[in-house]
Nanobody, 125 residues
Framework: QVRLVESGGGSVQAGGSLRLSCAAS????????MGWFRQAPGKERGWVAA?????????YYADSLKGRFTISQGNAKITMYLQMNSLKPEDTGLYYC?????????????????WGQGTQVTVSS
């Protein structure tokens, strides 16, 4: 009965900020990694960030984000956040929360067994 639910998406102008949340429930005992992915129209789903709870909460980020995004996790891996600053139009897409066994925390979708349904982020010029 694993469940992940994203929230916090919306529309914002370029340069603005959004904070995404992921609430996890069910059998989270085996999870060591939680991450964020995004998918823009006509493009493959790509990795955004991950956090390794089994390694002391070590964060990992896609190089293209240039430090604009920050991943964090709440108590007992129940809640995960993605703070997105200095948003650009190319950040537009459907953002997914995901969880997997790890380690290591994969940068590919194949490394995550459980997924949310996504939350839309739209950044306008």
């Amino acid at each position: 009965q694993v469940r992940l639910v994203e929230s916090g998406g919306g529309s914002v102008q370029a340069g603005g900020s959004l904070r995404l949340s992921c609430a996890a429930s069910g059998y989270t005992y085996s999870w060591n990694c939680m991450g964020w992915f995004r998918q823009a129209p006509g493009k493959e789903r790509g990795w955004v960030a991950a956090i390794y709870s089994g390694g002391g909460g070590t964060p990992y980020y896609a190089d293209s984000l240039k430090g604009r995004f920050t991943i964090s996790q709440g108590n007992a891996k129940i809640t995960m956040y993605l703070q997105m600053n200095s948003l650009k139009p190319e950040d537009t897409g459907l953002y997914y929360c995901a969880a997997g066994l790890g380690p290591p925390c994969s940068t590919g979708s194949w490394g995550y067994s459980d997924w949310g349904q996504g939350t839309q982020v739209t950044v306008s010029s």
